[in-house]
């Protein structure tokens, strides 16, 4: 018995030194020399391997800034400037700093909003469904409500709210990686600067219908009627393909626009107070007064001046 | 010759054909009726009228849009109304050229007579032309511009003449219908095919389940008398009428992936398709017309019929006129229950493929809740194509298009097979759809990645000569 | 369109078929076997079936509900069909303390912590088989007649023929003498035989076998290859030496082997897809049982067996394929 122990212990001994030796070998041979850099970089890199930023992870965004000779075509959007910043003082390279950005999904066909027309009775995929018909409201830009979205994000920062049946944003969690808007198939997602405390406007909707079909489809529908391009004072709105859009490095968050959308399609988020629509209204209102008054103060100036402006 | 049948997977669902002895009824004319442009696969056609122009009957209303498109004709006459943007019968926006209905004017040189042609033009040239003139398309689903497969690329010849009269999918009936009441019509048509095609044999398949069908077909060819054209009976299995099943088949001979049936020899038309080539051909009638089954499981016979359409009608007034839909109905499906597709929207038209519009009970069509695969491997028995879907699902899950390829997702037909038999419940079908986008895709952008650096090496030799 | 009608993609209808309905036909088909074991062993032989399916299906429904955290697994009615299977494989004197164990063993070790149904590596019936195997060997393999309802075996030894078989071949006896000595004829192996419940009627078996072929739940490619494979291998020792290696007839209807071919190396889970991954797959249960039957310590490999050809069947599942139309 003692004897057995003794063999067994000894021949496990021996192979165990044997092995170690092999792997020792292996390793020695085929030894990959890396630039240690990458190593460097990775370690402050947030190691969520989402490809946000367009490489296949985390060590391959390392890799290529370490090989490239500025920063200014990589972009992590999950680690944002802090990360950027320490990559950029590890390799030597200055880079500016970007506004930080969040998804906002552009979709406010609630089940109150939208009525369903039909019943999905396919696989619970947005794609699956998107590639089947328009959908089971009448709008055929909204969204399907299938969560696409929310199985593509990494981080959790997506989760279907059942009252609405739309993909709600967890903006504290959301790392702007871009995944949702590509797992998006009615692009109902965009990624937009998250604005100054977080503030900031955008069109909920997508729909591309004329007005009328848009507002049977969904009450809450832009119906491209312009209202809002016309107020804005700072140029940030147009109106293509019946649906308007904000541009948001134009925007200054005056939220004239929010408060004359006659369909409540323009959301503004974060801000401090409640918007009271009247009172901006009114504001609105005061300032095309004045500049009437100030075109009459104009047409009763002399006749010749104007014809010089007109000609 | 004993039954044929393809010789792996396949299904047997109840072939449920209720609406078998619904004689074919021809439809009084809408008010309105909206003629898509997309009737076809391929490009859209152009259309050739302006709002306000006055139409005839069979008159050109638009061109087409590409090399494999197809010419649409009025299937009424009268005013164009608008030509704009109407949503199908899947909710998706589809130029439509909207006719108001006034009288029924037909362009005179169409032959409106019900008598038999049987004299075969001579010229295969001229042929052609007239069926591509009429905008003939195939009517077994894929709605494949016929002129193009008739004519075949150089070097390759067609042996055999396929004729589909299976009619594999359950519930449809009009090809029944014309192969009881117009055979004669669909052999001269066939006679026709084989002219073009240079002279090879005709195969008419039709499942062991229509026995009248068969004797009327048959008879039609003894009468006939035109050589080379024979009926064979096939066993009742779906997907018989598939074109790879149907060669596999009538020929024993199977199509490689990603091939065409012509590089084994085949050329497959549809019983339909060969009616609408005679009445093209001997008649001058373009396709604008087409036989449409109303049906489905547990509703009332007088539910039922088999409708001669023009065209362009909405399926909701087809629906109203046919009793409209019933009580019991969950679903509504354009096209037969394995491959149709479910209108979301009644309000859309009717197209040159238009099949039928079938009625389903909840029960009868509701899907039950997934559950976990038990790896019983009943997709891969009833896969036709020899794939294993419960492995393309999980492919598909995990994003491994390297791994679908390898498995050949892409030579899915949609047959449906899998998710009909699966004991879980998986909704394979819907997954593998998109498994099978993907791949091809991949396949496609290689295919033009690989000619562009063919050209582009082209160039950088030829400076040397 | 007023009423909201379904939309979903294609097909539209389902065949009448589904996990339930597949798990149902098994358990019509181990109906005979369960009729004749309990007739032949009595009451002691329907409380271990009761026992077994019960803690099977309490197991099942607990572990999914509070632990899983997920819909109840139960109505597939698959913890049945493992709590038959369990119990056709245990002796009817069995302890019932032990049946449960090997309930928990099936349930919750084999099947749902691999995700339950359809993720199981192991066949959890015999996992739980094997496992009280080696942990209770003594009450595994010794078997007294409890008192039957009608008295349809006659054998008298307290073990099953095989193990009978290895201690008489230990003690220096050959095969011809054994088979006398306890009149073991095809005949008497056919009807009855002392075993484990599952074991008892040849005929029985084979009969739920031809239902399971007719309703096409199973294929019979699996069973013809393990069975194929058994009676070949000891067709070739059997000639070698009729007095140290038994029969054809004796090895294929004894120690589970019919139990083990028809209907547990055809779990579907457990088994590999393909026609060519089956036989193999079948050859090597045949051939491992074989070797175990006449080299190993344990009397019975069956079980062994099926368990270590559960371990290939990702690997022949990645090997063999259907045959894909229009590809060489």
């Known amino acids: 018995m003692t004897q057995t122990i003794i063999w067994t212990v000894a021949i496990l001994t021996v192979l165990g030194l044997l092995l170690a030796l092999i792997l020792f070998?292996?390793?020695?041979?085929?030894?990959?020399?890396?630039?240690?850099?990458?190593?460097?970089?990775?370690?402050?890199?947030?190691?969520?391997?989402?490809?946000g930023c367009g490489f296949a992870g985390c060590r391959a965004f390392a890799d290529a800034a370490v090989k490239a000779t500025s920063l200014d075509n990589q972009y992590c959007p999950v680690g944002g400037d802090e990360v950027m910043q320490k990559v950029a003082s590890i390799l030597g390279f200055t880079v500016a700093a970007k506004a930080p950005q969040v998804a906002v999904v552009r979709c406010n066909g609630t089940c109150a909003n939208r009525p369903r027309t039909n019943e999905y009775d396919g696989v619970q995929s947005c794609r699956v469904k998107a590639a089947l018909y328009s959908g089971d409201t009448a709008c055929a830009f909204g969204c399907l409500g299938c969560g696409d979205c929310v199985a593509a994000c990494q981080f959790g920062a997506l989760s279907m709210d059942p009252e609405t049946g739309l993909p709600v944003v967890d903006e504290s969690k959301c790392t702007a990686c871009g995944a949702c808007t590509k797992a998006c198939p009615k692009h109902i997602i965009e990624l937009r600067n998250k604005g100054p405390r977080g503030m900031r406007e955008f069109v909920s909707c997508v729909n591309k219908d004329k007005g009328p079909a848009a507002k049977k489809a969904c009450a809450a529908a832009c119906i491209g009627c312009g209202l809002c391009a016309k107020t804005c004072q700072h140029g940030a709105i147009t109106v293509t393909d019946n649906v308007a859009y904000i541009d948001f490095t134009k925007c200054k968050l005056c939220r004239e626009c929010e408060a004359v959308c006659p369909t409540g399609a323009i959301h503004g988020v974060n801000f401090p107070k409640e918007l009271d629509k009247e009172a901006v209204k009114k504001r609105i209102a005061d300032r095309k007064a004045k500049a009437a008054e100030a075109a009459k103060a104009a047409a009763v100036e002399p006749v010749e001046k104007k014809e010089v402006a007109n000609g | 010759m004993g039954k044929l049948t393809f010789s792996m997977g396949g299904v047997h669902p109840h072939d449920s054909k209720y609406a078998r002895e619904c004689a074919i009824e021809e439809l009084p004319l809408p008010q309105t009726v909206y003629v898509s442009m997309a009737q076809h696969l391929g490009a859209p056609a152009k259309p050739l009228v302006a709002v306000g122009d006055s139409v005839k009957v069979g008159q050109v209303i638009a061109e087409p849009g590409g090399f494999i498109s197809a010419f649409v004709h009025s299937?009424?006459?009268?005013?164009?109304?608008?030509?704009?943007?109407?949503?199908?019968?899947?909710?998706n926006p589809v130029m439509h050229v909207e006719i108001a209905v006034e009288g029924d004017e037909w362009d005179p040189a169409i032959d409106r007579s019900k008598d038999l042609v049987t004299a075969i033009p001579d010229d295969r040239a001229a042929i052609l032309d007239r069926i591509k003139a009429c905008g003939v398309v195939g009517l077994g689903g894929a709605t494949f511009p016929t002129h193009v497969k008739l004519n075949p690329a150089p070097g390759k010849v067609a042996e055999c003449l396929i004729l589909n009269g299976a009619e594999c999918e359950p519930f449809l009936t009009s090809d029944y219908r014309i192969m009881i009441e117009r055979p004669k019509e669909i052999v001269v048509g066939a006679a026709i095919m084989q002219k073009v095609l240079g002279g090879c044999k005709c195969v008419i398949g039709i499942e062991e389940n229509k026995p009248e069908a068969i004797a009327s077909m048959s008879a039609a060819v003894r009468e006939l008398g035109y050589p080379g054209i024979e009926v064979q009976t096939l066993k009742k299995r779906y997907p018989q009428g598939g074109e790879k099943q149907l060669i596999d088949a009538v020929m024993h001979r199977q199509v490689k992936s990603g091939g065409l049936p012509i590089d084994v020899g085949a050329v497959v038309q549809n019983v339909g398709t060969s009616l609408a080539v005679y009445e093209a051909v001997q008649k001058n009638k373009p396709l604008i017309t087409n036989v449409l089954t109303i049906t489905g499981d547990k509703i009332p016979g007088n539910l039922q019929h088999n409708y001669l359409f023009r065209i362009g009608?909405?399926?909701?007034?087809?629906?109203?006129?046919?009793?409209?839909?019933?009580?019991?109905?969950?679903?509504?499906?354009?096209?037969?229950?394995?491959?149709?597709?479910?209108?979301?929207?009644?309000?859309?038209?009717?197209?040159?493929?238009s099949s039928s519009v079938l009625y389903l009970s909840e029960e009868a069509t509701r899907r039950q809740p997934e559950t976990g695969c038990i790896r019983c491997g009943k997709c891969a028995d009833a896969c036709p194509m020899g794939l294993e879907p419960f492995l393309l699902n999980r492919l598909y899950k995990a994003a491994d298009l390297e791994g679908l390829e390898r498995n050949a997702a892409q030579d899915c037909i949609e047959c449906g097979c899998c998710l009909y038999s699966c004991p879980a419940h998986i909704p394979l079908l819907d997954n593998i759809r998109q498994a099978k986008g993907q791949v091809m895709g991949v396949i496609r952008a290689r295919a033009a990645a690989a000619k562009a650096a063919a050209e582009a090496a082209k160039a950088a030799a030829e400076p040397k000569k | 369109m007023d009423k909201k009608y379904i939309v979903s993609p294609s097909p539209h209808i389902h065949a009448d078929i589904s996990t339930t309905k597949i798990m149902r036909d098994v358990i019509i088909a181990l109906c005979p076997a369960i009729l004749v074991s309990v007739l032949a062993y009595g009451w002691a032989e329907l409380l271990v079936l009761l026992v077994s399916v019960a803690s099977c299906v309490l197991l099942e429904w607990a572990v999914t509900k509070w632990m899983m955290k997920r819909p109840s697994t139960v109505g597939d009615l698959s913890a049945v069909v493992t709590g038959l299977l369990l119990a056709m494989n245990l002796p009817s004197a069995i302890p019932l303390w032990i049946v449960f164990i090997g309930a928990v063993v099936a349930i919750c070790v084999a099947k749902l912590p691999f995700g339950g149904i359809g993720q199981n590596v192991f066949n959890p019936a015999i996992t739980g088989r094997v496992f009280l195997l080696v942990s209770f060997p003594a009450q595994m393999t010794n078997w007294t007649p409890t008192r039957g309802f009608i008295q349809i075996t006659d054998a008298v030894s307290g073990a099953t023929p095989l193990s009978v078989l290895k201690e008489s071949l230990k003690s220096g006896s050959t095969i011809p003498e054994f088979m006398e000595a306890h009149g073991y004829t095809t005949a008497t192996l056919l009807q009855d035989i002392g075993a484990s419940a599952g074991e008892i009627s040849a005929i029985a078996l084979l009969l739920g076998f031809v239902y399971l072929l007719v309703r096409r739940v199973v294929k019979p490619w699996i069973p013809l290859a393990v069975l194929g494979t058994m009676a070949l291998v000891a067709a070739i020792f059997h000639g070698i030496n009729p007095d140290v290696y038994t029969g054809v007839e004796f090895n294929l209807l004894t120690g589970g082997a019919l139990l083990g071919a028809l209907f547990m190396a055809t779990d579907y889970v457990t088994s590999p897809m393909s026609t060519w991954g089956g036989v193999i797959y079948g050859a090597g249960i045949g051939l491992i049982a074989m070797m175990i039957r006449y080299f190993g310590s344990y009397p019975e490999g069956m079980s062994f067996a099926i368990l270590l050809m559960n371990c290939t069947v990702p690997l022949l599942n990645m090997w063999f394929h259907q045959k894909k139309y229009g590809r060489a």
């Open chain 2, 75 to 91: 299937p009424v006459s009268g005013t164009v109304k608008s030509i704009a943007p109407r949503k199908d019968l899947a909710g």
């Open chain 1, 25 to 51: 070998w292996v390793a020695r041979k085929f030894k990959v020399e890396e630039d240690p850099r990458i190593d460097e970089v990775e370690k402050v890199m947030p190691g969520a391997n989402c490809g």
């Open chain 2, 313 to 353: 009608m909405p399926l909701s007034w087809i629906v109203e006129q046919a009793g409209g839909v019933p009580e019991t109905a969950a679903k509504l499906i354009s096209g037969g229950p394995m491959m149709g597709k479910a209108i979301s929207n009644l309000d859309a038209t009717t197209v040159k493929g």
